[in-house]
């Protein structure tokens, strides 16, 4: 017999498949076993995809998978085919009986592909239909994350497949006290959090994303530094102090503003980021020993970089609306640009005196 | 952690609730609570317009302009740009238009 994923048109795994452990027969075929552990490529993939290496090509194959030894009455849990999301889950399933469901979202986590459409109710019921879930576990009940509720409407996928459609909790690691406690999720699994660790755990794939805009951004300044009163010349004293204010605002943005975010005043993230360039731009002036004109132009470039860093990251968080970001949207961002062109004519301008 | 005052889009029609519970279910920030067998909004500018409820409720009583909540994906749709730049098991900026269209009616 085969294996039913084979016949989907979807793009293959990555790398090896050394979470396969074996088979389960099933009426309708046979199905891949998966270990409950990590294996070291495992963690290097995961490491690896922090990173941003390798992270769209993090995928395993959608369909249907085991673990332990599940029965007709097993629970059915669904997930991405993002492979740390598909890891991430067995990895807290060690001990249990279920069968995984891998949906096909290209490769992408669940949150983002329910909110992109692409773990959705037509995505999710397809799966269903393919891989014949009906008949592998009769009288089983889905388990979707919670986080794909955006995308998927449970009582559509019920009314079109008849399985019945649980919310599972928002983290893995409180799916086996979920499963234990019969299905029944506390109101604290309800919840998303925002943690130190969530907020920082973007910080990575931030830095190597904007690395070349930094990199054009001291490029720009190390050429502008040589102007003057006598003509153009390679200012090339200045640029290690301009590489340290590039770079401090650089890390500022996108790491200190995200760890103190609770602790910064005020609700806006423009606010909140600014309030971080103000600091960081004080620091730089007072290091750096540069006169007035220059001093302020380096507080104002800084926060206006600081803040627009901080706007950016409403992108990784876990609670702002998209009406709030276009509101502040609006106000900050001709701030920024304001307190950018003000910023750069003042630091032009400081050359000449 | 609470995002700006009074900007969310979220609207409940208690006449049409019939007090399933579904959005108490998928809701991440805690926003409704069900009282009396009607559901109610408790937290209003804790709703971050993911738009779970909305296309969860099996009678169409919730209605919000679902979207992400991120400043690159509104600007990259605003300058009719397509770009997904996800964070790993967190909210994300897509801005592809789907994520912006309003909750299914
Ligand atoms: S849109 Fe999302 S966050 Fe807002 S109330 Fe509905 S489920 Fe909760
Ligand atoms: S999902 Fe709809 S019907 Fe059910 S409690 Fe919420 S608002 Fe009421």
């Known amino acids: 017999m085969l294996e039913r994923q084979e016949n989907l048109p979807v793009e293959p795994d990555t790398g090896n498949r050394d979470w396969v452990i074996g088979n389960v027969e099933t009426p309708t075929g046979r199905v891949p076993r998966v270990s409950t552990h990590w294996s070291w490529r495992d963690r290097l993939g995961a490491v690896a995809v922090r990173w941003n290496i390798g992270r769209r090509r993090y995928r395993v194959h959608p369909g249907l998978y085991a673990v332990g030894s599940p029965t007709a009455e097993s629970p059915v849990l669904a997930t991405a085919n993002y492979k740390l999301s598909f890891d991430t889950l067995r990895g807290v399933l060690d001990g249990l009986d279920a069968w995984l469901l891998v949906v096909d979202t290209k490769g992408i986590n669940v949150w983002c592909a329910a909110g992109k459409g692409t773990f959705g109710t037509e995505e999710l019921i397809q799966r269903i239909t393919v891989t014949e879930v009906a008949k592998v576990a009769s009288a089983a009940i889905l388990v979707l994350p919670q986080l794909a509720a955006p995308g998927v409407a449970a009582h559509e996928v019920r009314r079109r497949t008849g399985i019945r459609v649980v919310y599972g909790p928002v983290r893995a690691s409180d799916l086996a006290a979920f499963l234990r406690a019969g299905m029944h999720a506390t109101p604290a699994m309800r919840r998303v959090q925002f943690t130190l660790l969530d907020r920082l755990a973007v910080a990575p794939v931030e830095l190597v994303q904007r690395l070349a805009t930094a990199l054009l951004i001291m490029l720009v300044f190390f050429l502008g530094a040589g102007v003057g009163r006598h003509g153009y010349r390679l200012a090339m004293e200045q640029w290690p102090a301009i590489a340290t204010a590039v770079w401090a605002n650089f890390l500022a943005g996108i790491v200190l503003t995200p760890a103190l975010l609770p602790w910064l005043l005020g609700r806006s993230f423009a606010l909140k980021g600014a309030e971080i360039g103000i600091v960081t731009g004080s620091g730089l002036w007072l290091w750096t020993r540069y006169g007035l004109m220059e001093g302020v132009a380096v507080v104002l470039l800084g926060v206006a ?49 | 952690m609470v995002y700006l005052k009074d900007v969310v889009t979220l609207r409940l029609d208690c006449d049409a609730c019939i007090g399933c519970g579904r959005c108490l279910e998928v809701c991440p920030h805690g926003v409704f609570v069900l009282e009396a067998d009607k559901c109610r909004i408790v937290d209003r500018d804790a709703c971050m317009e993911c738009g779970a409820c909305a296309r969860n409720c099996p009678v169409n009583a919730l209605w919000v302009k679902n979207g992400v909540g991120c400043a690159v994906g509104i600007l990259n749709s605003a300058f009719g740009r397509k770009s997904s730049c996800c964070g790993e098991s967190q909210a994300c900026c897509c801005g592809d238009p789907k994520a912006e269209s309003p909750a299914e009616k």
Do not use: D, H, N
């Open chain 1, 305 to 353: 970089a600081c803040s627009f860093l901080g706007l950016m990251f409403t992108g990784s968080t876990t609670y702002t609306s998209a009406s709030g970001v276009r509101r502040e949207l609006r106000w900050a961002l001709p701030l920024q640009i304001a307190g950018v062109v003000a910023g750069f004519v003042l630091w032009l301008m400081a050359r000449w005196k």
